[in-house]
Every structure is written in C-alpha cells, then in structure tokens.
C-alpha cells in the first residue's frame, strides 16, 4: 500500500505528477489528461488512486515546481537560457534558477531559435533575406513549416532553390555554428548549451515545406532541383503526395481523377489502402462499378506491395498532372485553395 507522500526530494516524477493533479483538482486535471497518451493517463490515474495523503507541505512544494518550470519555459521561448536565469535570479535565487533550469533542459528538448519560431516571418524575411543560402536553410531548419514556407516563397527565385537544397543534404550541424547564428539574428540571446550535434533539415523537411508553400514556388523549385539534383529531386516528389491524400480532394476533384484511372489499377491500389481511402472512392463511383471494383478486389487474392505501390503512384501522378493542368485543387498552404 503506498504510504503518504514522502519528502519532497525523495519523489520521483511520476508521483509529482500524480500530487499536482490532486492539487489541481478534477476539472483542471481532466483537461490536462486530454492532452496525455492513454499509457500516460492510466499510469497516472492508478499513482493518483495510490496516494493516500499528502502534507499541505510537499503539495505546496510541488505545486511551485512546477509553477517555476513553467516560468522557466516562458522566458526560455522569449528570450533563451540566459533571459530565463537572470529573470529566475530575480524571481528564486541563483541557486534555485540553476535548479529549475537544469530540470527543464534536462526533460525537454528546447530547440534553438525558439525565440524565432514565434517572431513575424515577414520581418524575420527582412532579417535573414542578405544572408548566406546555408545560414538561411539552417534558420528554416529550425521553423514550423507554414512559417518557412512563406519565407521560402518570398526569397528571390534564384535563392529558393538553392536554399530548399541545402535544406534537403543537412545532416548534422555543430552547436558552435548554431550559437554563431543564434547570436547573429539575436545578439542578446546566448544558445543553448548542448554538446550533442543537432541532427535537422533532410528531405522530410523540404517536403513540409514545399506541401505549405504555394503551388509556383513548388514548380520553380522542383524543376531547378530536377535539372541540378535529379535524383533529390525524385525522393522529394515520392514524399510530398502519397495515396492516401487523395483525402484532401473535395468529390468532384476525385471524380475527376477517377475517370483517368485504370480499373484494374484501382482496384490493386485500393487493395492495399486503409478503409477511410477506400470509402473516399467508392463514395465517388457509380454504385454499379463500386460493386465491380470489391468484386476484383476480393477475388485478386494477396497483392504483392510492390504492385500495390505501383498502382498507387500511378494515380498519384494522374492527380499531379492533373493539378498542374489546374482540372483540380489539392488543399494545401499558401492559398492555392482559393478559387477566383
């Protein structure tokens, strides 16, 4: 039987978590458990069941832990580890600062230039615009995907590509590079101290980028990357539209498409698609053929996946070709969804 709450410093995590709902109370705490993953919510709820008493002492202990680990976060996000300390100084003490700031950065992950992520990205354009293609891909690195989309759609054409290449072959960049250009875009702010090298960028990165920016800026970039990198050029196609966002086009739009689609094909593509994808189609069928296309379907037997994925690219690219006829519109950023 779990006994009552012991000394502050002698609590694991866990069983602050399962204190500070308590404290909190049920209202605040459900809130905060839809937010949790459902492994999280059950190990939580069965440490709250476990807690039979706690001292007003050690709720009050904890309650302010968390309340400073949360200041810390702010001013971290506003202005980096050292804004964080000397405003915590203030607050608790250099002591108790270090304290709470080792806590956080050894629970979280705080990227650099999170004070960027939050800075207008038309200003932050006028900042970084005259800097070097590399320093630029490393800034967007680091930045949601709408918001370098729009710096990426902004720079001068012969600088966007370019930009979105380097962007795609980072791999790993020194802390020491970070604090250099951290210190450039904010002379005020020091970096973040980690000795680990930050792994970032990749084609993953390119590919959310160009999925947010608008659809010129993506031909421009993807047609200078397919004479200068053709190979990178072709990893990045395969990523930014797979099968399964055929559930971003609206009925008519998947109609459209339909009516260049092989039957056969089809019915291989859908055999190795998930039940939303499928229904999105035989919505968009005549009733006759939906029961003929789950006839060859059911009667096909296993599927190869490799036949399935050829099947599925080959209406992958009757939908690119057909958006870049403007037949259809994939939703997506940057405002290619509005029709004049």
């Known amino acids: 039987m779990a006994a009552a709450a012991k000394a502050d410093d002698k609590i694991n995590g866990l069983q602050k978590a399962a204190i500070l709902m308590i404290a909190l109370g049920p209202e605040k705490s459900a809130a905060i458990f839809k937010h949790l993953k459902e492994d999280e919510v059950e190990e939580l709820t069965l440490e709250i069941a476990n807690t039979r008493s706690i001292t007003p002492q050690v709720k009050e202990s904890v309650v302010n832990e968390f309340y400073q680990v949360c200041l810390a976060q702010q001013y971290i996000a506003e202005g980096g580890i050292n804004y964080a300390k000397e405003l915590l100084e203030k607050?608790?003490?250099?002591?108790?600062?270090?304290?709470?700031?080792?806590k956080l950065t050894a629970s979280l992950q705080v990227k650099p230039f999170e004070f960027v992520r939050k800075a207008d990205?038309?200003?932050?354009?006028?900042?970084?615009?005259?800097e070097h293609p590399q320093t630029i891909a490393l800034i967007l690195s680091y930045l949601a995907p709408g918001q370098a989309a729009i710096i990426v759609s902004a720079l001068p054409p012969d600088r966007q590509a370019d930009v979105t290449k380097r962007i795609a072959v980072m791999d790993r960049t020194s802390p020491d590079v970070i604090k250099e250009v951290e210190k450039v875009l904010e002379s005020k702010l020091?970096?973040?101290v980690n000795q680990d090298y930050t792994i970032i960028g990749g084609v993953d990165a390119v590919v959310e980028i160009l999925n947010?920016?608008?659809r010129g800026t993506e031909k421009h970039i993807m047609e200078t990357l397919e004479i200068e990198e053709p190979e990178l050029a072709d990893e990045i196609r395969k990523k930014m539209f797979v099968f399964e966002d055929i559930l971003l086009l609206d009925d008519r739009a998947i109609q459209r498409v339909l009516r260049d689609v092989d039957n056969s094909d089809l019915a291989i593509a859908?055999?190795?698609?998930?039940?939303?994808?499928?229904?999105a189609i035989f919505n968009n069928l005549s009733k006759r053929l939906a029961v003929m296309i789950k006839e060859d379907m059911e009667f096909m037997g296993p599927v190869r996946m490799k036949d399935v994925e050829e099947a599925q690219q080959k209406i992958v690219n009757i939908i690119r070709k057909l958006e870049d006829a403007a037949e259809i519109v994939i939703s997506r950023g940057g405002g290619d969804e509005i029709i004049v």
Do not use: C, P, R
């Open 270 to 279: 859908l055999k190795g698609s998930n039940e939303e994808v499928q229904n």
């Open 91 to 102: 607050s608790f003490g250099a002591e108790k600062a270090m304290d709470v700031i080792g």
């Open 190 to 192: 020091s970096s973040l």
């Open 121 to 130: 990205a038309a200003q932050l354009l006028n900042f970084i615009q005259d």
């Open 212 to 214: 947010t920016v608008d």
